[in-house]
Each structure stands twice: as C-alpha cells, then as structure tokens.
C-alpha cells in the first residue's frame, strides 16, 4: 500500500488515540482501521509512522511505561530508596489509569525500550553513592516488583479493585480474616512498602554494609 507524501497526523497523537480506543473498548477491539476511523484520517496515514500494529503496541507501551510516568523531585542523597518508591507509585498510577493497556506491557515494552530510564536510574543510584555492582539486583527487582504486581491489580475485577483481598467468611478462614482485619495500609500504600521493603533489605544486605564501609 503506498504511504501518502505527508504525514497528516503525529506518532503521538496516534499513540494517545490508540490508547483512548483501549480504554474505552478494549484492547480486543483495537486495529488500524478502527485507529484511522477515530482520528479521521485513512490507514495509509499511519504508515508514515507504524510500519504495523506491533510497533503500534510497542509505542503504546513505551507512552504508558515511560513517557507519561512522572519523574519525582529528589536529589540524589542518603534517602535514594524513597526516589524509587516514589517511581514505582507513579509507575502503577500510569499503568492504572489504562487498565485495559496494561497487559501490553508484557509483550511490548522489551528492557532495550526504555534503556535510557534504566540509564538515568543508574546514574542516581550512582550519584547517591549506592555501589555499582547493586545496581543490576536494584533496577531488575524493581521493575519485576512493579509490573507483576500492577499487572495482576489491573487484571481484578472492578469491584476489587480497593480490596487486597476478597470478602471472607471468618469461620472457614480466620487466619487470613484477622491478617485482613490487622492490616491498616491501602492497596496503594501496600504496593509503596513492597518497594521500599525491597529496597531496604539491600541496604541491610552485608554487601551493602561491606561496601559502605570500605567507601
């Protein structure tokens, strides 16, 4: 099919589109035709930026995971755990608000996509004197904190959505009743300790310790 001379939209103005058009109706639903049809224009216009619906997804998943995450306002420091648990919030917060988007992630947002974020959190992992070879442990443990735990929020059914757990009969489970009943975090704020949690344990860790100490 040959591509117009011009293009008549943007890359991402049709990566917003292709988002409203999931949000709205599913990611079934989703295909270049119906594409084109809401922005107006005829499918040859997308090919100036699309070479199919794959890449397509890919740039619906680097928008969702990347672009659209806000960047917390933290100097480098001593304190650098609560960067990343405010990352990590603002990751989910994303994700979230494109529920139906969500499962896009798993086969559309390869590491080599985002190697410039991964790039920059290393470098403040540096700058706030974190030793270099935690680095990896911290950014891989991280993102797989993150997306499977939003991936598999996404995924439950709306009326769930506020509750870690579902209702429950005390009688037939009272162990996990009365863990529920004790809990007093959100679903939000459980996900931030997971972070920080996680973060902490390798401060903790000897390799940490040792390091620090040999600084």
């Given at each position: ?25 599913g ?36 928008y969702i ?11 480098p ?12 919030v ?25 190697i ?7 470098k ?6 974190v ?14 904190l ?19 757990f579902p ?14 009943e ?34």
């Amino acid at each position: 099919m040959a591509r117009p001379s011009k293009p008549l939209i943007s890359k991402e103005s049709a990566v917003k589109a292709s988002i409203e058009i999931i949000d709205a109706e599913g990611i079934e639903a989703f295909s270049l035709p119906k594409l084109a049809a809401h922005m107006g224009v005829r499918a040859p216009s997308l090919y100036h930026h699309f070479a199919d619906k794959n890449e397509i997804m890919t740039a619906i998943a680097r928008y969702i995971a990347g672009k659209s995450v806000t960047r917390p306002r933290r100097a480098p420091g001593p304190d650098w755990p609560e960067y990343f648990v405010s990352l990590a919030v603002n990751f989910r917060q994303s994700v979230l608000r494109h529920r139906n988007a969500a499962i896009v992630l798993i086969q559309h947002l390869p590491r080599e996509t985002l190697i410039g974020s991964f790039e920059d959190a290393a470098k403040f992992l540096s700058d706030s004197g974190v030793p270099s070879h935690l680095h990896v442990q911290i950014l891989d443990g991280i993102e797989t904190l993150c997306i499977g735990a939003v991936l598999a929020e996404a995924a439950r059914n709306p009326r769930a959505r506020k509750r870690v757990f579902p209702p429950l009969d005390p009688d037939k489970h009272p162990h996990l009743a009365r863990a529920v009943e004790a809990n007093d975090l959100s679903v939000n704020e459980l996900f931030a300790q997971r972070i920080r949690t996680f973060l902490n344990g390798i401060i903790n860790s000897d390799s940490y310790r040792r390091a620090e100490a040999s600084a």
